[in-house]
């Protein structure tokens, strides 16, 4: 395995921006590319260590969906890969650093909406229902438990924030608000064909999508065009099946671990307030992160 990559710094190309794992870099007016480092968040705060191996599997995922959800797949929309070569936008020395875990996509202008879809009531969903037996403006029947699978999936938008700041549950007619009444069905609509679409393979391979976020971009003709990471246990909550029960968390495959020993970890003394700087990593969470990541994977691909 190739050493931890907590933050890249390229020279070959102008950084564009960091986000909580991606580094993304401009190449020309027309194309960026996004380097996975190894950095995790959770509560939107990211963590000092890095994970080991984690930017080269979630790339190695995104491009798994991208082909299934893309033309030579599913056809369900377009999405944002070039097909181009990473390694070919970069100096020789740096086609290290970036063999995989990049990818090069075309230059969109982003939509500020963070596009959820649930099938099952978890997380902020589930935080949520019990206060008001809806979530993101969406009546849910009574009697559901955590974990309950959702009658049908619903799509519960989220406004993007700042890095560091928390993105906010919106309702539908806020994203209409935001980005007009076509553009915000069209998201709405993709997404849940997306999110059904992933569900019903990962159920073939043994795990359970319990939601997910997609993100979106249009073209300068105005496509709509998924991009950023797909279907990672980043964006995604997953569950083995063969262990899920309504009523109780399952184990996941995700960052859940982490976010779990967070919820009992200290700083300074005091109980963690969910805001940098983050606890420090112990060993032992570092490594169980990496193994439910790693599983992940290989439960998909096998």
């Excluded at 029947?141 to 928390?166: C, V, W």
């Excluded at 019903?200 to 359970?208: L, N, V």
């Excluded at 003709?221 to 569950?239: F, H, I, K, N, Q």
Aim: hydrophobic share 40%; charged share 25%.
């Amino acid at each position: 395995m190739t050493p931890a990559l907590h933050t890249s710094a390229l020279k070959s190309l102008p950084l564009l921006a960091r986000g909580k794992v991606r580094d993304n870099y401009a190449v020309g007016d027309d194309r960026i590319l996004m380097v996975a480092s190894d950095r995790i968040s959770a509560f939107d705060v990211i963590m000092g260590e890095p994970i080991p191996g984690k930017g080269e599997l979630l790339t190695r995922l995104s491009l798994f969906w991208f082909d299934l959800i893309g033309p030579r797949g599913w056809d369900i929309c377009p999405i944002h890969l070039t097909g181009d070569d990473p390694q070919s936008v970069v100096s020789d020395e740096e086609k290290a650093l970036v063999r995989g875990r990049s990818m090069l996509v075309r230059r969109l202008q982003p939509i500020p909406v963070e596009a959820v879809v649930r099938g099952y009531l978890a997380g902020s969903g589930w935080k949520e229902y019990q206060e008001s037996r809806s979530v993101c403006g969406l009546a849910l029947p009574e009697g559901l438990k955590n974990a309950s699978q959702l009658p049908q999936p619903i799509y519960t938008p989220a406004a993007k924030a700042a890095l560091g700041e928390h993105d906010e549950n919106i309702t539908f007619e806020q994203t209409v608000a935001m980005i007009g009444p076509d553009l915000a069905a069209r998201i709405r609509d993709v997404s849940l064909r997306l999110y059904q679409a992933a569900a019903a393979y990962a159920r073939t391979k043994g795990i359970i999508i319990a939601d997910t976020k997609f993100e979106f971009g249009l073209d300068a003709a105005g496509t709509l065009v998924l991009m950023d990471e797909v279907l990672t246990p980043d964006s995604s909550r997953y569950w083995p099946a063969d262990q899920y029960l309504a009523g109780q968390n399952p184990p996941s495959f995700d960052k859940q671990f982490l976010r779990d020993w967070l919820e009992t970890a200290h700083v300074d003394g005091r109980p963690w307030n969910k805001t940098a700087p983050a606890p420090r990593l112990p060993r032992e969470v570092i490594e169980q992160t990496a193994s439910k990541y790693q599983e992940a994977l290989q439960r998909l691909l096998d």
